[in-house]
């Protein structure tokens, strides 16, 4: 699976962005989607993941209630929903591929890494 994640920019606190990744090759369908982002000086972090089938969704802790992952396996495309942002929000975004069930998930879970896209909230 080869994905490209885009969508991200400058954004003022409060504001919102929509993340998608674009995933090729077949495997999009059967493997679970996750979204993880790392902040200068900072490991990388899950943010969220959702299940082959986009039935089950994890989150963490400090954007439940703010983001909303998706997908859509005709498109093979991934998305993530970022509203209410702060500038703690700030980092880079990076699609993975990883376990069929959706989880709170490792970086040593994932099996495939899209290049990040930069997110900026300023205060």
């Known amino acids: 699976v080869q994905l490209q994640a885009f969508g991200g920019g400058l954004v003022q606190a409060g504001g919102s962005l929509r993340l998608s990744c674009a995933a090729s090759g077949r495997t999009f369908s059967s493997s679970g989607m996750g979204w993880f982002r790392q902040a200068p000086g900072k490991e990388r972090e899950f943010v969220a993941s959702?299940?082959?089938?986009?039935?089950?969704?994890y989150y963490e802790n400090s954007v439940k209630g703010r983001f909303t992952i998706s997908r859509d396996n005709a498109k093979n495309t991934v998305y993530l929903q970022m509203n209410s942002l702060k500038p703690e929000d700030t980092a880079v975004y990076y699609c993975?591929?990883?376990?069929?069930?959706?989880?709170?998930?490792?970086?040593?879970?994932?099996?495939?890494w899209g290049k990040g896209t930069l997110v900026t909230v300023s205060s």
């Open positions: 959702i299940g082959r089938r986009g039935g089950s969704t």
């Open positions: 993975a591929a990883g376990p069929v069930v959706a989880g709170i998930w490792s970086t040593y879970d994932m099996n495939y």
